[in-house]
């Protein structure tokens, strides 16, 4: 009778503490640090080395994310990198795995792990975007395998380690990457935010500090540089885990290839050259991005001038508004019932509508594809010379930095 009231006890006791005895808030610290090394796992393995092969890494770290993704997720690299590349080449198609713009901001943000599942099955999908993942003995005999086998330890090893408690661990550890990664960045991270640049969809940067979801925050920065291992471009942002790529690296555990192109300057040239051309089309999505501080400056410089003239209507100082908005955008992602009312903001300010002209004739330097080189220096030195004749201090500036720039 002691031996199994001492038993029940000791049943009761493990329940209630598990093996290790953790205080609510240890827990809750416990908890994230493990969620934390799942997101790193994601962001590090699956997406910056295997996807867009930005890093290589070692064994060490290597197997031990996918030793961990499999515990943790359940997911088969195969898989998640091939869904990811279609995501990049079909971008907000009808093709796009996961786009609010297609299937809508609700159903990404709710349903992303079904949109994600359903894509894993298609196997037209992973025989063209999955090649050159892991094909080793333990991935075909284990970790794609036995998917549900490694969460399943993973419950196992939560409840041994906390007792009841360990299921809402366990729980939390499961929904966190349905949930930031499939629901939140592929929902939000194409609808709501800020951008950097002007990518050639809809992606944002959700906050200026990746630390959270890894740096998958900075979304937009990734969509304009997929193949750079670090996300985080400007000064004032922070991508927690190019610090862990980054200590690898200096341990001999990881080996960058790739990051986000520099802008550099340097003397004035008198006349933009061959080498001025190759450094702005290589930056071209800084270089537009400082141009959009321009527009953006002449915009408020407008909408002063217009309160201070006293005259202006309500309407002219909201069309005014939305032109600081939107005019420093691609026309095409000017929303259409937009339009009207920024034409006619431009349409108030001769220097406002030259500036947005010239913009489009800037970008044409890398958006035509039928004109020689030697063609494109002769258009971008005749864009020189008339943003320096055209008497708008913004743009006289502007030619003089692209005649800085070189590769």
Known sequence: MNVLLTLKDALVDWLANGLIQTTWWQLVVITLVLTHITIASVTIFLHRSQAHRSLDLHAIPSHFFRFWLWLATGQVTKEWVSIHRKHHAKCETK???HSPYTYGIKKVLTEGAELYRAEAKVQETKDKFGHGTPDDWIERNLYS???????????????????AVGLTVWAVQMAWIPVTAAGIINGLGHWWGYRNFEAPDGSTNLTPWGIIIGGEELHNNHHTYPTSAKFSIKPYEFDICWGYIRAMEMVGLAKVRKTAPVLRTGAIKPVADSKT??????????????????????????????????????????NMQLAKRWLHRDEDKIPAHLKAQVASAMAQTPALEKLVTMREELRQLWTRTNVSA???????QAWC???????????????LKLKAAHA
């Open 277 to 318: 051309l190759e450094a702005i089309i290589a930056n071209r999505y800084e270089v537009m991005a400082k141009y959009a501080r321009n527009l953006r400056e002449a915009c408020g410089g407008e909408i002063k001038r217009l309160k201070a003239d006293g005259a202006a209507s309500a309407a002219s100082l909201a």
């Open 374 to 380: 030697e063609q494109l220096v002769v258009d971008l």
């Open 95 to 97: 093709d796009d795995p």
């Open 385 to 399: 010379r008339k943003a320096e004749e055209s008497g708008i201090a913004a743009l006289q500036e502007f030619s």
């Open 145 to 163: 395998r036995y998917t549900w086998q490694g969460v399943g330890l993973m419950l196992i090893i939560d409840l041994a380690l906390f007792g």
